[in-house]
């Protein structure tokens, strides 16, 4: 979801027997619920593949602070500015948790950030929307955190402990960010045709790239088995994506709101709600870099990245410099 | 009775003035979340835009109580144009590259926690109950500021040389934090607030040493551009205000 | 890599009176900034806590394959835990 893509490394999944002793003991304690840390023993495939689908994680934290950060200037009131540099500051944390959780596998977070920049490493297609009015503020909370807080609740159980623990983190953190959200829909709901017009707007665009979030249908997601059998990846994208819809088609009656798919319908011997598939050439696009804001989300944080440059070294410069005079001065 | 009414009325420019400084200087602030030279300083940043944004809740919302029309702060932020507008110039500075937006903040920090330390002691106890929260949130504002300045100016060549350009830029802008005017006269007087020119040098003496840690000259002869506080801008508020108050003024008595 | 920040481990006390407790990383160029980070980072700045930073790379840790002889022999001496005494409830908590 947040790592929509990661290409796993394990070509297929390997039964017990196949594996050599190191390998088969790790198997058995991920089979057992036993945490994998650092300076464990682990296949360079597990190693890659949660190097990817961390720093994925973490490059969409931090890519994620764009579309909102846009609106804290012209947040409507006190409050509302208040709440959206928390939620904005929130991500900025979290993305950082991340990439900490990243490094504990030996690659350093410039390293990562270099490869986010230089385009090699991807970040969620959600980001790649525009916010073009306040009601997408909103629907942000509500429909993009919540389809990532149904992708990271099972996550806090990986078999990774550095991941684990920052997604139980995360979460705990997390819980308002959806609320708030729903928060702001209601408000505009409750309010002028024009408010409840800009909220319907917002989750007719929103709702596809929403459901685009879990990953490609199962049929087409080919990496996700050897994940599953790592603990890596708990629920399947079209077990995720189905909970959502289940979750938030209520949300919306409850606003007043139309979800934007005709073929929405409960459906009562599935228990859940059938609806139609996004636009997966869309994704594929947007995954390519053609997305609406592709360019613009890379070009602020190189822009970031390279304007702070001096910042950065200027304080290892100072860093330097004092630990200089220390030791002279012993 | 015409005592009273100017008494209000001093005390109501004083908590424009000191929620206008956080709200302004909390806008420009705010804009560099998710832009910031490294994530950690990102989250700091924010913190502190996020303690601005508290300070104008309770400085605005002083300040429409004081003013009796039943204006609320959110109306004193967003719906009220340049020329009511009364904080220093200093803040509405624009960001510029990171050490305008250090220096900047520095210059206010540096002045802002002295002024809520004595506000402490204000004879208004409204006015003492907001500096006493305030003043902690400034002082840690300083510390983080003051500590960069420092680290910054004695970094690297680069770092130097642009927190000497920030410092050349801004520094004409520092003294009208302490110039006092008739208001900040009566309100002296009336021990509500203190003797800016006590304040003031405090101020310099802190700017000096911290500057000199820094291995940074100011121009400390340049001229003072001052007006703010009167209501006499630069143009740069008009812009800001534009954006910050473009949606209570496009959809007008609409609840967010 | 050129230039980067080195990576600091974070240890807090809470307001309780419990002990440090690991809470994460983070990067900053030394100690001092390393604290005032953590500070903004992991307490959201709540007073009165007390935090500890130490360089990741400072830090000695026992390896896995350690794991059995160094741990096993506290698993042995149980005696060690208070579960292991039975104390009759009359005698009131202990």
């Known amino acids: 979801m947040y790592a929509q893509m990661v290409k796993s490394t394990g070509e297929r999944v390997k039964a017990l027997d196949e594996m050599g002793p190191e390998e088969r003991a790790f198997q058995e304690r991920v089979d057992a619920d036993i945490k994998i840390e650092p300076k464990d023993w682990m296949p360079e495939g597990y190693r890659k593949t949660l190097v990817r689908q961390i720093g994925q994680h973490a490059h969409s934290e931090i890519v994620g602070q764009l579309p909102e950060g846009n609106w804290i200037t012209r947040a409507p009131t006190l409050d509302r500015k208040a709440i959206l540099i928390a939620k904005v500051q929130d991500e900025a944390g979290h993305g950082l948790y991340l990439y900490c959780a990243a490094e504990t596998l030996g690659v350093s977070r410039d ?31 509500w429909l993009v955190d919540g389809a990532a807080i149904m992708n990271q609740v099972p996550l806090q159980r990986c078999s990774y402990g550095p991941y684990s623990r920052a997604m139980i983190r995360i979460c705990k953190e997390e819980s308002f960010h959806q609320r708030q959200g ?113 360019k613009e989300r890379m070009e602020a944080r190189q822009k970031a990245w390279n304007e702070g440059a001096w910042f950065r070294d200027g304080l290892m410069a100072n860093a330097k410099k004092k630990k200089a005079r220390r030791m002279a001065a012993e | 009775m015409t005592a009273t009414v100017k008494t209000d009325a001093a005390l109501f420019e004083l908590a424009l003035r000191m929620g206008d400084n956080a709200l302004i200087l909390g806008q420009r602030i705010g804009a560099w979340c998710g832009h910031a030279p490294a994530v950690e300083e990102d989250i700091a940043l924010a913190n502190v835009a996020l303690d601005l944004i508290g300070q104008t809740k309770m400085w605005l919302g002083l300040a429409g109580e004081l003013e009796g029309k039943g204006r609320s702060a959110d109306d004193l932020a967003f719906l009220r144009d340049a020329r009511a507008f009364r904080n220093a110039l200093l803040v509405e500075q624009p960001n510029g590259d990171f050490a305008h ?94 003797d800016l020119g006590e304040v003031g040098k405090r101020y310099l003496a802190s700017l000096k040493s911290t500057f000199e840690e820094a291995t940074l000259k100011a121009p400390w002869d340049a001229a003072t551009r001052k007006g703010g506080k009167q209501g006499m801008h630069s143009e740069e508020l008009g812009y800001i205000l534009a954006e910050m108050q473009w949606m209570q003024r496009a959809y007008p008595g609409a609840k967010w | 890599m050129k230039n980067e920040w080195p990576l600091w481990e974070v240890f807090i006390r809470g307001q309780h009176g419990l002990a440090h407790r690991h809470f994460g990383s983070l990067h900053a160029p030394d100690a001092e900034m390393a604290i005032k980070n953590a500070r903004d980072v992991y307490t959201r700045r709540n007073e009165g806590v007390s935090i500890w930073v130490v360089k990741a790379s400072d830090i000695a840790a026992s390896s896995p394959g350690d794991k059995e002889p160094l741990f096993e022999p506290s698993n042995s001496k149980i005696y060690r835990h208070p579960t292991f005494y039975d104390i009759p409830d009359e005698v009131g908590h202990m």
């Open chain 1, 182 to 294: 729903y928060d702001i829909m209601m408000r505009l709901c409750e309010g002028t045709a024009e408010q409840k017009e800009m909220a319907q707007d917002a989750l007719n665009r929103f709702w596809q790239p929403a459901l685009m979030m879990f990953g490609p249908s199962d049929k087409d997601s080919v990496h996700s088995a050897q994940s599953m059998a790592w603990k890596i990846k708990q629920n399947s994208n079209d077990e995720l994506r189905q909970k959502f819809v289940d979750q938030t088609a209520p949300q919306a009656e409850y606003l007043g709101l139309n979800v934007p798919d005709p073929d929405l319908k409960w459906n009562e011997e599935k228990q859940g709600y059938d609806f139609s598939e996004p636009d997966w050439n869309e994704f594929y696009e947007v995954l390519k870099g053609n997305g609406p804001c592709n």
């Open chain 1, 111 to 141: 390293e990562m950030t270099e490869e986010l920049l230089s385009g090699k490493a991807k970040y969620s297609s959600i980001f790649n929307y525009p916010t073009l009015t306040w009601a997408d503020i909103g629907a942000i909370g």
């Open chain 2, 101 to 194: 937006t250090l220096m900047r903040q520095y210059l206010f920090d540096a002045w802002h926690h002295p002024m809520l330390v004595a506000l402490k002691s204000s004879a208004d106890k409204r006015v003492a109950d907001i500096a006493e929260k305030a003043e902690k949130e400034a002082r840690y504002h300083l510390e983080r500021s003051e500590d960069l300045i420092v680290r910054l100016g004695d970094g690297s060549a680069e770092s130097h040389e642009r927190m000497q350009t920030a410092l050349d830029a801004l520094y004409p802008f520092a003294g009208e934090l302490y110039a006092a005017d008739a208001i900040d006269g009566d309100l002296a007087a009336r021990r509500i607030a203190p």
